[in-house]
Nanobody, 128 residues
Framework: QVQLVESGGGLVQPGDSLRLSCAAS????????MGWFRQAPGKEREFVAA????????AYVDSVKGRFTISRDNVKNTVYLEMNSLKPEDTAVYYC?????????????????????WGQGTQVTVSS
């Protein structure tokens, strides 16, 4: 019974920045790892970034390393994805996901099946 709501997507030009937010319900948020995934038309949903329960450990797909930053605020029950130097290939629907199957784990997982709660997605379009 966890609800995730993404926001912050939009239409931007290459090189611009966006900050996505994911608001989570429930007090268990602070005990679980969170992740960001994205899905472009006709493609599989792919892992983008993940952050452990405390925020001390993060992981990124190679294509966004150095450009994207995942963070979380356990007081506000919110996870963020700061996206800089956006490229057209970043265009996709971005989904926030929660791993509630494990509590206070430092092991980050990057597969769709590792997460059991998902937001509705927010569209990010990078085009000139």
């Amino acid at each position: 019974q966890v609800q995730l709501v993404e926001s912050g997507g939009g239409l931007v030009q290459p090189g611009d920045s966006l900050r996505l937010s994911c608001a989570a319900s429930g007090r268990t948020f602070s005990r679980n790892a969170m992740g960001w995934f994205r899905q472009a038309p006709g493609k599989e949903r792919e892992f983008v970034a993940a952050i452990c329960w405390s925020g001390g450990i993060t992981a990124y797909v190679d294509s966004v390393k150095g450009r994207f930053t995942i963070s979380r605020d356990n007081v506000k029950n919110t996870v963020y994805l700061e996206m800089n130097s956006l490229k057209p290939e970043d265009t996709a629907v971005y989904y926030c996901a929660a791993d509630t199957k494990r509590v206070m784990s430092t092991v980050l997982r990057g597969h769709v099946w590792d997460y059991d709660y998902w937001g509705q997605g927010t569209q990010v379009t990078v085009s000139s």
